[in-house]
C-alpha cells in the first residue's frame, strides 16, 4: 500500500491547527515528505525509513540518514529486510576488523548474535546471499535508483523531467549563504510548476527543506515549492504532510 492519505485526517478534529499525532510519530526537523521512518539506530538520530516518491504506490525503496549529524540521506535497500541485511554486514565488517586484543575477544559474541540475526533474515529474504561481511557488500552493492533528479540531500526526486542536470553544490553554497539568485530561482520554479513543469520546483523544494537550518524564512519556501510541484503531480498526500510538518517542524528537533 502507498504511504498514509492524509486528505482526510483533519476530519472531526477539534482543533483545525492540530496535526494527527500519527503523522508526527518519529519525524525529525529535516525528514523529506516521502521519508516514513519506520525503525531507529543508536547513534546521532540514525533512522531508517519508506521512501514514497508516489504516495498512491507502494514503496520501492528504504532509506537513511542520521538526523543529529551532517550527512545525506542515502539508499540501503529495496526492502526492510534487505536493509537489515546490509546493516548487519557493515556490522560484520567492523567485527572482523577488530585491531586491539580486548575488542577481539569482545567480537566474539558479537559474532555470535550477527549469526543469529542473520539467520532469521535469510529465512525471510536474501537466502540466496551466502557472503558475509566485505564480500557481501562488494557482491552485492547499493545501486542507486535512476533515473532521479539531484538534490542537496543526496537522493534526488522523481519528476516528468527527469534528465534535469543540477549542479548541487552550486545550489548548496547559494542557499547556506543566502545568494540573491534564490529568490529568482523560488520564482522561475513556480512559474515553470504552473506551466505544467513542477520538476525544479519539486527538486529546489527539496534543497531548501533539507538545508532550512531553522530559517522561517527557508521553511517558507520550502513549502510552497512543494505543496505547488506535490499537487501538479498529483500528489496530494505529500502536499498535506509537507505542510502538518511545516506547522510543527519546531517541535520536531530530535
Avoid at 225 to 246: N, S, T, V, W
Amino acid at each position: 500500500m502507498g504511504i498514509l492519505n492524509l486528505e482526510d485526517l483533519s476530519a472531526g478534529q477539534p482543533d483545525a491547527g492540530a496535526a494527527p499525532e500519527s503523522c508526527l510519530d518519529w519525524r525529525s526537523y529535516r525528514d523529506p515528505p516521502e521519508f516514513l521512518t519506520v525503525m531507529a539506530g543508536a547513534t546521532d538520530g540514525l533512522r531508517f525509513g519508506l521512501w514514497f516518491d508516489k504516495p498512491q504506490e507502494p514503496s520501492q525503496l528504504v532509506a537513511s540518514y542520521f538526523a543529529r549529524d551532517g550527512g545525506d540521506i542515502t539508499w540501503c535497500g529495496a526492502t526492510l529486510i534487505e536493509a537489515v541485511r546490509h546493516e548487519l554486514e557493515w556490522t560484520q565488517f567492523h567485527l572482523d576488523h577488530q585491531s586491539k586484543q580486548e575488542e577481539r575477544e569482545a567480537a566474539t559474541e558479537g559474532r555470535l548474535r550477527v549469526s543469529l540475526v542473520r539467520e532469521a533474515i535469510m529465512e525471510l529474504e536474501t537466502g540466496d546471499r551466502p557472503e558475509k561481511g566485505a564480500a557481501y557488500h562488494e557482491r552485492y552493492p547499493i545501486v542507486t535508483p535512476h533515473p532521479r533528479v539531484a538534490t542537496v540531500n543526496g537522493v534526488g526526486v522523481v519528476g516528468p523531467a527527469a534528465t534535469v542536470f543540477r549542479d548541487v553544490e552550486i545550489i548548496r553554497r547559494a542557499i547556506e549563504t543566502g545568494a540573491p539568485e534564490v529568490d529568482a530561482w523560488l520564482e522561475g520554479a513556480l512559474l515553470e510548476c504552473a506551466a505544467g513543469r513542477p520538476t525544479e520546483a519539486l527538486a529546489l523544494g527539496h534543497d531548501l527543506h533539507w538545508l532550512s537550518g531553522l530559517h522561517p524564512e527557508r521553511e517558507a519556501a520550502a513549502l510552497r515549492l512543494l505543496d505547488a510541484a506535490y499537487r501538479q503531480l498529483g500528489r496530494g498526500p505529500l502536499a498535506d504532510l509537507a505542510e502538518i510538518h511545516h506547522r510543527h517542524r519546531h517541535e520536531l528537533l530530535q
